[in-house]
């Protein structure tokens, strides 16, 4: 059966709308460890402060922090009072001086018990996992309160890696499915239809008036990926399912790089001319333009970089922030009022969603063009033709 | 957060929605100018915008 956007698209809708409830932790197990989670919980909580209001605030912060940061396991939500998590562990994978090491994240128990696999040692400390020399001994933490334990490398599959894969997979069934629609006619069917305007203003909006007719072949499958990949990973983080991906700093980053690689490594012989031997300049200054000049090539993935990872994360933190202070004012005016405040700046959420993705693709397209065009009145000067660039 | 982080945060707002409103004003001064131009405008607006964004929230994340 051919494998159409329609039945890619209600499979993994369906799957997603059942999902929380195909998968439960182990409760029983969780119950006997889950008095020494809510004493040690309420032990600081009582220390910190007594009051009712600021025992919810301190809460809705962890709350918060906690959703911000990559799992190692999917909790959808859990009962405090009883102590049962709803959700699904994720495998561990662990490199740990050269041993390759594979278990659920279910032995952690919700970072309370120390994993004990062929004899080593492992304690999840916020989402971090530590080696420890034997099943009793403590973290030492260092002044600022942060573990000085060796780690042994983490390459588990965390929520945010379960999302990229998802999207990634996603965009794939999408995609081809689009590709293959053109076979039939010259208008695409289904989703396709959504997606080819969208490619369509890439191309028309984006690529050509910034990287030019000439070039921009060579380069739109990077934008059109970048586009859709931080879209759809925005998208995602606006669910309640906790996903907080473009919201990490680390793959934001990591994005950046891409763009930079891209820009660099399809660059314009003037480009380089440009940064290592400023033309039309004193050879002094020249040489004191080089690390300037290097400096000033990754001042621009890096604004990339904070700009999409501080509108995400914002926007997630004022969210989960509003949604919190239905917790702290327990009115029947606060609620309802609150709840459609967030509704609405989950709207604009949206809007920040696709913008986000759209200034992220755009700049990338600015940046490939200004490295990629050709420079006139280099031309006029060196009198040498301008080199093909690299990415093909 | 305490006081200087506060204040800091302040001021970043209030740099960024003067730029804004900047930023806005004269967009809508030059689609009145020519108003087959609009999409264009639009579209660097909203670049521009982007960018003052990202450095308020760089700074306020700072903050």
């Known amino acids: 059966m051919v494998l159409s956007g329609k039945l890619i698209k209600n499979t993994l809708t369906a799957f997603f709308a059942v999902m929380p409830s195909l998968f439960f932790a182990n409760q029983a197990t969780d119950t006997t460890h889950v008095h020494a989670h809510n004493a040690e919980h309420a032990a600081t909580h009582a220390h910190a402060e007594s009051h009712g209001a600021v025992n919810e605030k301190s809460e809705i912060k962890a709350f918060i922090d906690h959703h911000l940061k990559d799992s190692h396991e999917f909790n959808f939500f859990a009962d405090g009072e009883e102590g049962k998590h709803f959700g699904f562990a994720l495998p561990v994978i662990l490199i740990d001086n050269g041993d390759f090491k594979v278990f659920s994240s279910s032995e952690f128990h919700h970072g309370e018990k120390v994993a004990q696999i062929d004899g080593n040692y492992y304690k999840l400390h916020h989402e971090k996992i530590y080696k420890l020399k034997s099943a009793d001994e403590a973290l030492t933490l260092d002044a600022h309160g942060h573990p000085t334990n060796e780690k042994p490398l983490d390459f588990s599959i965390t929520k945010n890696v379960v999302a990229m894969l998802v999207t990634a997979l996603l965009m794939f069934f999408l995609f081809t499915g689009l590709a293959r629609s053109y076979k039939k006619g010259p208008l695409p069917t289904g989703f396709g239809r959504v997606l080819e305007p969208l490619i369509l203003f890439i191309r028309d909006e984006v690529a050509i008036p910034n990287i030019g007719e000439k070039k921009y072949r060579k380069f739109m499958g990077y934008l059109l990926t970048v586009f859709f990949f931080v879209l759809i990973l925005n998208l995602i983080g606006l669910t309640p399912l906790g996903i907080n991906v473009t919201g990490n700093i680390a793959i934001t980053a990591c994005l950046a790089l891409f763009t930079y690689l891209v820009t660099n490594l399809g660059a314009n012989k003037g480009y380089w001319h440009h940064i290592f031997w400023m033309p039309d300049v004193p050879v002094l200054m020249k040489i004191a333009l080089i690390p300037i000049e290097i400096l000033g090539t990754l001042t621009k993935p890096f604004a990339l970089m904070i700009r999409l990872y501080a509108n995400i994360s914002a926007g997630h933190i004022v969210v989960m922030s509003l949604l919190g202070l239905i917790y702290v004012f327990k009115n029947w005016i606060a609620g309802p009022s609150f709840f459609g405040l967030t509704l609405f700046i989950s709207v604009i959420e949206i809007l920040v969603a696709f913008l986000q993705a759209f200034v992220f693709t755009m700049l990338s397209a600015l940046f490939i063009g200004m490295a990629v065009q050709d420079h006139h009145h280099e031309e006029d000067h060196d009198a040498h033709t301008e080199e093909e660039p690299i990415i093909i | ?63």
């Open chain 2, 1 to 63: 957060m305490e006081i200087p982080g506060i204040v800091g945060a302040g001021l970043v707002v209030i740099g960024a929605g003067l730029g804004l409103g900047k930023i806005g004003g004269s967009a809508m001064d030059a689609i009145a100018r020519q108003p087959e131009a609009a999409g264009k405008i639009q579209t660097a607006m909203i670049i521009i915008a982007a960018l003052l964004e990202g450095v308020a929230f760089a700074a306020l994340f700072a903050a």
